[in-house]
């Protein structure tokens, strides 16, 4: 079995700044990529930042320059860095991962629980 498990959600004011963490655990071969989603209320998931086991990321416009995502390879860990935080930020955030769980085993969709980010004076 495969968990992700995110942390480090929270309230935070306008312009403030989170970061994000998620570790993912139990049997693993190899991670092909993590990502991080998020869902505001009423919307539909949108991907926010991806980063590929080759160290490549990519970012959803509406974060781009103001969010990082990184990754800890060792500890099975993705982080997200989230600066300059708008009203609009608020959203549940879901960390995602590609993972092998064995080396027989095919590519396969992880998601954690989801931390909730509020962006708000």
């Known amino acids: 079995q495969v968990q992700l498990v995110e942390s480090g959600g929270g309230l935070v004011q306008p312009g403030g700044s989170l970061t994000l963490s998620c570790t993912a655990s139990?049997?693993?071969?190899?991670?092909?990529?993590m990502d991080w989603y998020r869902q505001a209320p009423g919307k539909e998931r949108e991907l926010v930042a991806v980063?590929?086991?080759?160290?490549?990321?990519n970012y959803g416009d509406s974060v781009k320059g103001r969010f990082t995502i990184s990754r800890e390879s060792a500890k099975n860990t993705v982080y997200l860095r989230m600066n300059s935080l708008e009203p609009e930020d608020t959203a549940v955030y879901y960390c995602?991962?590609?993972?092998?769980?064995?080396?027989?085993?095919?590519?396969?969709?992880?998601w954690g629980p989801g931390t909730q980010v509020t962006v708000s004076s």
């Open positions: 980063i590929t086991s080759g160290g490549s990321t």
């Open positions: 995602h991962a590609v993972i092998r769980p064995t080396i027989l085993s095919a590519r396969l969709n992880y």
């Open positions: 139990g049997s693993i071969f190899s991670i092909v990529s």
